[in-house]
C-alpha cells in the first residue's frame, strides 16, 4: 500500500483588475450591493434569486468575496479578497464568471 501526502497549495495571487479581465465576470443586472465595475454589479447576494443563480451556475466559474481578519501585527491586513469556489465563511457574495477557475490552482484576489 502506498501513501501520498498532497502538498499545501499556494494561492494564486493576482490584482483585481488582472483576474476581471481573464476571467469575465457576468453582470448582476439586479444587483444593488457590492462588486461594482464602471457603476455595473458583478456580486450577487448569498440569498434569494442570487443564490439560486450561483448555485446554478457551473461550480468552477463560482467565487467567493470574502472578508478577511486583521491582523494585530500588520497594520496593512484585513479587507476582502475574493476566492474560487463556493463557500460560507465571511463571505459577502458571490461572483459568477464566464471563464472557469484552472483545477488545482487555490486563488486569492485582493480586493478592497
Given amino acids: 500500500m502506498t501513501t ?25 443586472e439586479t444587483g444593488d450591493s ?10 450577487f447576494e448569498t440569498y434569494g434569486d442570487d443564490l439560486e443563480k450561483v448555485k446554478a451556475a457551473n ?21 476582502y ?8 465563511v465571511n463571505r459577502l457574495g458571490y461572483i459568477i464568471t464566464e471563464k472557469p477557475s484552472v483545477t488545482g490552482c487555490f486563488y486569492e484576489i485582493s480586493y478592497d
Fill in 4 to 28: 501520498t501526502t498532497q502538498q499545501p497549495q499556494t494561492p494564486v495571487n493576482s490584482n483585481f483588475d488582472t483576474w476581471f479581465d481573464q476571467f469575465n465576470p457576468i453582470e448582476n
Fill in 34 to 43: 457590492g462588486v461594482f465595475v464602471d457603476d455595473k454589479c458583478y456580486m
Fill in 59 to 79: 461550480p468552477e466559474c463560482v467565487w467567493t468575496v470574502v472578508e478577511i481578519d486583521e491582523d494585530e501585527d500588520d497594520e496593512e491586513s484585513g479587507g
Fill in 81 to 88: 479578497v475574493i476566492v474560487d469556489g463556493y463557500h460560507h
